[in-house]
Protein backbone atom coordinates (compact mmCIF):
# COMPACT_ATOMS: atom_id res chain seq x y z
CA UNK A 1 0.00 0.00 0.00
CA UNK A 2 1.45 3.54 -0.78
CA UNK A 3 1.76 6.14 2.26
CA UNK A 4 -0.11 9.19 2.12
CA UNK A 5 1.80 11.47 0.33
CA UNK A 6 3.68 9.43 -0.98
CA UNK A 7 2.79 9.54 -5.06
CA UNK A 8 3.41 13.66 -4.67
CA UNK A 9 6.63 13.14 -3.58
CA UNK A 10 7.82 10.39 -6.12
CA UNK A 11 6.39 12.86 -8.57
CA UNK A 12 8.03 15.59 -6.75
CA UNK A 13 10.94 13.58 -7.26
CA UNK A 14 10.62 12.77 -11.20
CA UNK A 15 10.27 16.38 -11.78
CA UNK A 16 13.44 17.72 -9.79
CA UNK A 17 14.97 15.21 -12.05
CA UNK A 18 13.90 15.92 -14.77
CA UNK A 19 15.23 20.03 -14.08
CA UNK A 20 18.55 18.63 -12.85
CA UNK A 21 18.89 16.58 -16.01
CA UNK A 22 17.88 19.35 -18.26
CA UNK A 23 20.91 21.64 -16.79
CA UNK A 24 23.09 18.80 -16.33
CA UNK A 25 22.87 16.26 -18.55
CA UNK A 26 23.25 12.86 -17.97
CA UNK A 27 26.76 12.40 -17.61
CA UNK A 28 26.92 15.14 -14.86
CA UNK A 29 23.95 14.41 -13.13
CA UNK A 30 24.39 13.30 -9.29
CA UNK A 31 21.84 12.13 -7.01
CA UNK A 32 22.79 15.66 -5.04
CA UNK A 33 21.88 17.79 -7.89
CA UNK A 34 18.20 15.30 -7.96
CA UNK A 35 17.40 15.95 -4.77
CA UNK A 36 18.10 19.52 -4.03
CA UNK A 37 16.33 20.25 -7.62
CA UNK A 38 13.25 18.09 -6.26
CA UNK A 39 13.33 19.75 -2.65
CA UNK A 40 14.28 16.24 -0.63
CA UNK A 41 16.60 15.27 1.43
CA UNK A 42 19.07 12.34 0.07
CA UNK A 43 17.53 9.85 2.25
CA UNK A 44 14.02 10.58 0.99
CA UNK A 45 15.57 10.13 -3.18
CA UNK A 46 17.27 7.00 -1.85
CA UNK A 47 14.18 5.51 -0.19
CA UNK A 48 11.97 6.11 -3.33
CA UNK A 49 14.95 5.03 -5.85
CA UNK A 50 18.07 3.34 -4.57
CA UNK A 51 20.09 3.64 -7.28
CA UNK A 52 20.57 6.21 -10.20
CA UNK A 53 19.86 3.40 -12.52
CA UNK A 54 16.40 2.71 -11.10
CA UNK A 55 15.92 6.68 -10.98
CA UNK A 56 16.76 6.84 -15.20
CA UNK A 57 14.07 3.97 -15.65
CA UNK A 58 11.36 5.83 -13.39
CA UNK A 59 12.00 9.03 -15.57
CA UNK A 60 10.87 6.68 -18.84
CA UNK A 61 7.87 5.83 -17.22
CA UNK A 62 7.10 9.28 -16.18
CA UNK A 63 7.77 10.56 -19.52
CA UNK A 64 5.79 8.06 -21.15
CA UNK A 65 2.57 8.96 -19.02
CA UNK A 66 3.06 12.59 -19.41
CA UNK A 67 3.63 11.79 -23.39
CA UNK A 68 0.43 9.73 -23.37
CA UNK A 69 -1.69 12.33 -21.33
CA UNK A 70 -0.74 15.53 -23.52
CA UNK A 71 -1.09 13.00 -27.06
CA UNK A 72 -4.58 12.04 -25.71
CA UNK A 73 -5.68 15.99 -24.21
CA UNK A 74 -4.44 17.10 -27.70
CA UNK A 75 -6.74 14.73 -30.09
CA UNK A 76 -9.77 15.65 -28.09
CA UNK A 77 -10.19 18.68 -29.64
CA UNK A 78 -9.83 17.19 -33.00
CA UNK A 79 -12.42 16.62 -35.25
CA UNK A 80 -12.27 12.90 -37.57
CA UNK A 81 -9.46 10.23 -37.50
CA UNK A 82 -7.57 11.92 -40.59
CA UNK A 83 -7.48 15.30 -38.51
CA UNK A 84 -6.44 13.53 -34.72
CA UNK A 85 -3.08 11.75 -37.02
CA UNK A 86 -2.71 15.51 -37.77
CA UNK A 87 -2.82 16.73 -34.13
CA UNK A 88 -0.91 13.73 -32.82
CA UNK A 89 1.97 14.01 -35.31
CA UNK A 90 1.67 17.79 -34.33
CA UNK A 91 2.00 17.39 -30.77
CA UNK A 92 4.58 14.28 -30.61
CA UNK A 93 7.31 17.22 -32.83
CA UNK A 94 6.33 19.76 -30.26
CA UNK A 95 6.61 17.78 -27.05
CA UNK A 96 9.84 16.48 -27.96
CA UNK A 97 11.25 19.90 -28.94
CA UNK A 98 10.22 21.47 -25.85
CA UNK A 99 10.93 18.61 -23.77
CA UNK A 100 13.65 20.37 -22.23
CA UNK A 101 15.87 17.38 -20.50
CA UNK A 102 15.43 16.17 -24.02
CA UNK A 103 16.78 18.68 -25.42
CA UNK A 104 19.86 19.29 -22.72
CA UNK A 105 20.74 15.50 -23.29
CA UNK A 106 21.05 16.27 -26.95
CA UNK A 107 23.16 18.81 -26.17
CA UNK A 108 25.47 17.33 -23.82
CA UNK A 109 25.06 14.10 -24.25
CA UNK A 110 23.96 13.19 -27.75
CA UNK A 111 26.20 9.54 -27.59
CA UNK A 112 24.04 8.69 -24.30
CA UNK A 113 20.73 9.59 -25.95
CA UNK A 114 21.40 8.00 -29.06
CA UNK A 115 22.09 4.91 -27.31
CA UNK A 116 18.88 5.38 -24.58
CA UNK A 117 17.11 5.55 -27.98
CA UNK A 118 17.98 2.59 -29.63
CA UNK A 119 17.54 0.39 -26.26
CA UNK A 120 13.58 2.41 -25.28
CA UNK A 121 12.78 1.80 -29.19
CA UNK A 122 10.63 -1.01 -28.44
CA UNK A 123 9.04 0.84 -25.79
CA UNK A 124 8.47 3.78 -27.83
CA UNK A 125 6.97 2.27 -30.64
CA UNK A 126 4.83 0.34 -28.46
CA UNK A 127 3.10 3.71 -27.29
CA UNK A 128 3.20 5.01 -29.91
CA UNK A 129 1.37 2.28 -31.53
CA UNK A 130 -1.15 2.04 -28.99
CA UNK A 131 -2.19 5.25 -29.80
CA UNK A 132 -1.69 5.82 -33.53
CA UNK A 133 -3.04 2.53 -34.37
CA UNK A 134 -6.57 2.49 -33.93
CA UNK A 135 -6.75 5.98 -36.27
CA UNK A 136 -4.31 3.99 -38.92
CA UNK A 137 -6.81 1.09 -38.96
CA UNK A 138 -9.16 2.91 -40.28
CA UNK A 139 -7.34 4.99 -42.99
CA UNK A 140 -7.95 3.57 -46.58
CA UNK A 141 -4.24 2.59 -47.11
CA UNK A 142 -4.66 0.06 -44.23
CA UNK A 143 -8.17 -0.99 -45.01
CA UNK A 144 -7.02 -1.80 -48.66
CA UNK A 145 -4.02 -4.08 -47.51
CA UNK A 146 -1.74 -1.60 -49.03
CA UNK A 147 -0.15 -0.39 -46.27
CA UNK A 148 0.14 -2.44 -42.55
CA UNK A 149 -0.03 -0.37 -39.13
CA UNK A 150 3.13 -2.24 -37.61
CA UNK A 151 4.85 -0.88 -40.46
CA UNK A 152 3.10 2.53 -40.48
CA UNK A 153 3.40 2.93 -36.63
CA UNK A 154 7.55 1.97 -37.33
CA UNK A 155 7.83 4.75 -40.16
CA UNK A 156 5.81 7.11 -38.00
CA UNK A 157 8.13 6.43 -34.95
CA UNK A 158 11.66 6.40 -36.86
CA UNK A 159 10.79 9.91 -38.88
CA UNK A 160 9.67 11.26 -35.79
CA UNK A 161 13.02 10.17 -33.43
CA UNK A 162 14.96 11.59 -36.41
CA UNK A 163 13.09 14.91 -35.55
CA UNK A 164 14.57 15.01 -32.01
CA UNK A 165 18.00 13.83 -33.23
CA UNK A 166 18.25 16.27 -36.30
CA UNK A 167 16.81 19.95 -35.80
CA UNK A 168 14.57 21.54 -38.26
CA UNK A 169 15.51 24.96 -39.04
CA UNK A 170 11.74 25.64 -39.42
CA UNK A 171 10.38 23.59 -36.72
CA UNK A 172 6.84 24.41 -36.72
CA UNK A 173 6.81 23.02 -39.94
CA UNK A 174 8.48 19.52 -39.14
CA UNK A 175 5.07 18.52 -38.23
CA UNK A 176 2.87 19.46 -40.96
CA UNK A 177 6.09 18.12 -43.51
CA UNK A 178 5.37 14.92 -41.33
CA UNK A 179 1.85 15.37 -42.30
CA UNK A 180 2.08 15.69 -45.48
CA UNK A 181 3.95 13.02 -46.31
CA UNK A 182 1.98 10.56 -44.72
CA UNK A 183 -1.00 12.00 -46.95
CA UNK A 184 1.18 11.40 -49.93
CA UNK A 185 2.42 7.86 -48.99
CA UNK A 186 -1.66 6.76 -48.55
CA UNK A 187 -2.82 8.56 -51.41
CA UNK A 188 -0.09 6.83 -53.30
CA UNK A 189 -0.35 3.58 -51.91
CA UNK A 190 -4.27 3.22 -52.35
CA UNK A 191 -3.81 4.26 -56.26
CA UNK A 192 -1.28 1.13 -56.32
CA UNK A 193 -3.85 -0.76 -54.99
CA UNK A 194 -5.46 -2.99 -58.08
Given at each position: ????????????????????????????????????????????????????????????????????????????????????????????TRYVREHAALQGML????????????????????????????????????????????????????????????????????????????????????????
Open positions: MTAPGSLDTRERILEGALAALARHGVAKLGMTDVSASAGVSRGTLYRYFPTRARLLAGLVQHEMRRFRASMLAATRRADGDAERIHVMLKQTRSDPAFLLESLRAQLPIIRRELHELFAPLLRETEAVRSGALGVDGLVDWITRILISTLLFEDPEPDETAGGIATIYRILQVATCRAVP
